[in-house]
């Protein structure tokens, strides 16, 4: 399946779901901040990698998945929490990729330019995150291909 | 002041890689927008200029493991809505004991 950018899906979000990210997204991070301050970097950095987005983000999936099927006259059925499952199994290899990302800070950035480290550390993220993504989808193909078990 | 540029900058790299996992076609692929390392790009560049790179390469050490903990809480959450079947709210809202104590055990092990 290819990548697809779909911005038309930019219309299906609600003011109030961009509003609630933000203000989810700011207090995470002065909450990460004021940790750091009181409890000091060890403790503060554990929540550099906090989920703080996922549950607003996978709730607005299931909603969304919900909605669709309303209007397609099905009330009852488990396809929001499948798509909320896929963003999650999506979520964990990016957590993943996540690792290499606080690595590289980690190491890098006591020697070089902040912004140029955490730039190049974005970018390792994302390459990575794709490639954990790309093999995924590889081993899946390759599983109902050769190995799953054929009808009789 | 440095307060409130950090819960700006924060609601804004937060909300735009939100944003991305909107955009994007497969939801698996979107997914991975999911851990975004959001909090940590608007967090670690103010903390460096604020309080020096030494401190935040050491809140990127500690980073490590709770990216760890992120792993987990994923694979949590995968199993709680997608074999026991229960609402996102709720198994992603619950989960978050998971990376709590992953985090907490990972912290005592490694970094105490």
């Known amino acids: ?152 | 002041m440095q307060w409130i540029i950090r819960f700006v900058i924060g609601g804004v790299i937060i909300s735009f890689f939100a944003t991305l996992g909107d955009v994007f076609k497969p939801k698996g692929f979107a997914g991975l927008f999911g851990a975004a390392p959001s909090v940590a790009l608007a967090t670690l560049g103010l903390t460096s200029i604020s309080q020096g790179k030494e401190f935040a390469a050491v809140e990127a050490h500690s980073m490590v493991v709770g990216a760890l903990a992120f792993v987990l809480y994923g694979i949590a959450c995968v199993y709680l809505m997608g074999v026991r079947r229960l609402r996102a709210s709720h198994a992603a809202i619950g989960a978050l004991s998971v990376w709590g104590l992953s985090a907490w055990g990972l912290w005592a092990l490694f970094l105490k």
């Open chain 1, 1 to 152: 399946m290819l990548i697809k950018f779909k911005a038309a899906a930019l219309a299906q979000v609600k003011v109030h779901e961009y509003v609630t990210r933000f203000l989810l997204g700011g207090a995470t991070c002065v909450a990460t901040g004021l940790i750091a301050q009181k409890c000091g970097p060890v403790v503060g950095g554990l929540f550099l990698a906090f989920p703080a987005i996922f549950p607003a983000s996978a709730t607005l999936v299931e909603e969304h998945e919900r909605q669709r099927k309303a209007k397609a006259g099905i009330l009852f059925t488990v396809r929001g929490r499948l798509s909320a499952a896929l963003d999650a199994r999506g979520a964990s290899m990016g957590a993943l990729a996540l690792l290499l990302f606080a690595v590289i800070v980690w190491k890098q950035l006591p020697s070089h330019n902040a912004g140029f480290v955490l730039a190049a550390a974005t970018v390792a993220w994302a390459a990575l995150a794709g490639t954990i993504w790309r093999v995924r989808r590889w081993h899946t193909r390759f599983w109902i291909r050769y190995r799953a078990p054929k009808p009789r």
